[in-house]
């Protein structure tokens, strides 16, 4: 397969609400889409860095900037190409994952587009659907996230995931849970804490609760060890696992006993295959995070959550959880659950015309 070109565009995508998190709080989506033409296909992927660098280091102009000058013209200059090659293509370059899971997921769009294949089937996936939970952002008041959680409960999802930091904690999970009672609930700290608060954290275990996501910083494996000697509750890394390596290493240590994939932190799909295979060979659960992405991030992460090894709902919310309109064909929850895309690649694209909508700048990169 021959890459012949290679279109950045820029859209943002305002959110239905606001949706805070102990990184601050965001109105709006600035997301980075790439369209790559190949002599067979063309495929999309979506680059899910935030508009700063709160996250991670990334940040989508800093994206754009590097795939622009770094990572696009050496897949140009790779000659054949299929999607196995471009994590070895772009191995010279130090980090940038989110902006090489980008390239990699479209170029993965093209070729098994032109093979009529499903990214489910390629990656492995064991189910035609999956269950899905949704991600509560830190909320002005008790009541108001009393109302939030009760209201995604009705909807019909299956899990509730809230996100918390020092301050906003044991008090909103004591209320939802007597609210709400035997529900699947879990925490996101999004490294909101240091080892100085596992008291704190620890106060959490009685609420019984299927996991704290992240609760130190990304590089604290030693410290994660000592917290998980200290709390009850699971605790799940998410920023910390980077590779499959990553994630082998705090097996191993002991610093977690779940995991959370997300494809745009580790470098794209085929690293998110490995770093299930890596859990299951442990006997970790795994689930698919999400980061507030479009129709086309979505179909790749519900694809990505059909895997045998993800075993706890993830991110992959109904499409209208954070957006009035998508850019796709909407993903509609059904009893708890969205189907996985059938048809070759992604399965779903952008429609045209709301695409430009959204659209605030495109450049075109030809070979």
Not at 15 to 25: A, D, E, H, M, Y
Not at 103 to 129: F, H, K, N
Not at 344 to 363: K, N, Q, R, S
Request: negative net charge; charged residues 20%; glycine residues 8%.
């Amino acid at each position: 397969m021959k890459l012949t070109g290679v279109e950045l565009r820029k859209v943002r995508m305002p959110l239905k609400s606001p949706f805070r998190t102990s990184f601050g709080t965001q109105l709006a989506r600035d997301l980075l889409l790439l369209r790559v033409v190949t002599d067979e296909a063309h495929g999309w992927g979506e680059c899910v860095a935030m508009a700063e660098p709160l996250y991670s280091e990334e940040y989508v102009d800093g994206c754009a900037d590097v795939l622009r000058r770094f990572l696009i013209p050496a897949l140009f200059a790779h000659g054949n190409l299929t999607a196995i090659d471009v994590a070895p293509a772009l191995a010279a370059f130090h980090g940038h994952r989110m902006a090489k899971a980008a390239l990699e997921m479209a170029v993965l769009d093209a070729e098994l587009t032109a093979r009529g294949v499903p990214l489910a089937r390629e990656l492995g996936a064991t189910r035609d659907r999956v269950p899905c939970g949704v991600s509560v952002g830190i909320m002005d008041s008790i009541d108001e996230l009393l109302a939030a959680v009760g209201d995604y409960l009705d909807q019909g999802y299956l899990r509730i995931k809230l996100k918390i930091e020092p301050g906003w904690d044991v008090a909103p999970v004591r209320a939802v849970r007597e609210r709400f009672g035997d529900i699947a609930l879990q925490v996101d700290a999004n490294t909101a804490y240091t080892l100085a608060d596992a008291a704190r954290l620890a106060r959490l275990d009685p609420f019984e609760l299927l996991l704290i996501e992240q609760p130190l910083a990304e590089d604290d494996l030693l410290g994660h060890v000592a917290l998980a000697a200290r709390v009850r509750t699971p605790i799940c890394l998410d920023e910390s696992i980077t590779s499959a390596r990553a994630a082998a290493a705090a097996i191993t240590l002991g610093a977690c006993r779940v995991v959370n994939i997300k494809p745009g932190r580790v470098g794209g799909y085929l690293e998110s295959r490995r770093i299930h295979d890596v859990c299951a060979a442990h006997g970790i659960p795994a689930w698919c995070g999400g980061m507030l992405e479009t129709g086309i991030g979505r179909a790749a992460n519900i694809a990505l959550a059909a895997l045998p090894g993800c075993v706890l709902p993830g991110d992959t919310s109904a499409s209208d959880r954070y957006y009035d309109t998508d850019i796709t064909v909407p993903f509609v929850l059904d009893d708890g659950h969205l189907p996985v895309p059938a048809g070759p690649g992604l399965g779903i694209g952008p429609d045209a015309e709301l695409l430009d909508t959204f659209t605030v700048a495109t450049e075109w990169l030809p070979q």
